[in-house]
């Protein structure tokens, strides 16, 4: 039983709830779009650089900004990129304000399995659920609302809690501290290398990959105790628990 010893599981969000490339390679495009055309520059090629597109796959690499940057310090880098095109400090910090806006969580949140069916079973079989992302408060908050699964979530720890981020263990420690569970009695679960080493960090009895985000077997491996197709794996029902 995978999921035997292990009283609390924390879930990262994007790429392991819901559909990363979806929601963050539209997001990406929208900005680099609202930049270009406040600055009249083609940022494209360069933008998706910075960010972690892999040019020959068109998707977003493992360690790339979007994998788990707090859209906070994603901010600063690219107004930093901008300063490097030559925009001055002050304009670049302007176009950015009027660029920015978080992914929709509610047009742009595809969960990868039924959330409410899997948080549903887990707390059944006596789990509590928690989620640890690099993603703010508030669009996560509007994100559970929108999957319905906000009452069956019972601890949230985010980038904009003034926590360090990802790869620290931070976060996972205060969920235990405040569901008043072990470390040692908790499983992590994520699709990114940040979110495996955040487990390991915290001393996690249980630290899971994911092959639904931007991590592959190769990277995730050396990282995890076991990696899944996908989190609906770690349902009762599916044998994995």
Do not use: N
Not at 48 to 60: Q, R, S
Not at 88 to 100: F, T
Not at 144 to 166: H, I, Q, T
Request: aromatic letters at 4%; hydrophobic letters at 50%; a negative charge.
């Amino acid at each position: 039983m995978l999921l035997e010893g292990i009283d609390l599981v924390v879930f990262d969000k994007d790429g392991t709830l819901i559909d990363f490339q979806f929601m963050w390679r539209g997001w990406l495009a929208t900005l680099t779009e609202r930049l270009e055309a406040e600055r009249a520059l083609d940022l494209g090629a360069d933008l998706e650089a910075l960010m972690g597109v892999d040019p020959a796959t068109d998707t977003i690499l493992p360690h790339g900004l979007l994998a788990a940057t707090p859209m906070a310090r994603i901010r600063e880098h690219v107004i930093a990129f901008l300063v490097g095109r030559g925009v001055r400090p002050d304009v670049a910090e302007r176009a950015v304000d009027a660029a920015w806006a978080p992914p929709d969580p509610v047009l742009l949140a595809r969960p990868v399995t039924d959330l409410r069916a899997l948080f549903t079973e887990l707390r059944g079989s006596g789990h509590r659920v928690a989620i640890a992302t690099s993603d703010d408060r508030l669009p996560t908050e509007r994100t559970l609302e929108a999957l319905r699964v906000v009452g069956l979530v019972d601890g949230l720890a985010c980038a904009d809690d003034g926590r360090p981020s990802k790869p620290a263990p931070d976060a996972v420690l205060a969920l235990c501290a405040e569901l008043g569970v072990p470390a040692a009695r908790t499983a992590v679960v994520g699709d990114a290398p940040a979110d495996l080493r955040m487990g390991r960090a915290a001393g996690a009895g249980l630290v899971i990959g994911v092959l639904t985000g931007v991590g592959d077997r190769a990277i995730l491996e050396p990282l995890a105790d076991v990696v899944l197709e996908s989190v609906a794996a770690l349902a009762p029902m599916s044998g994995a628990a």
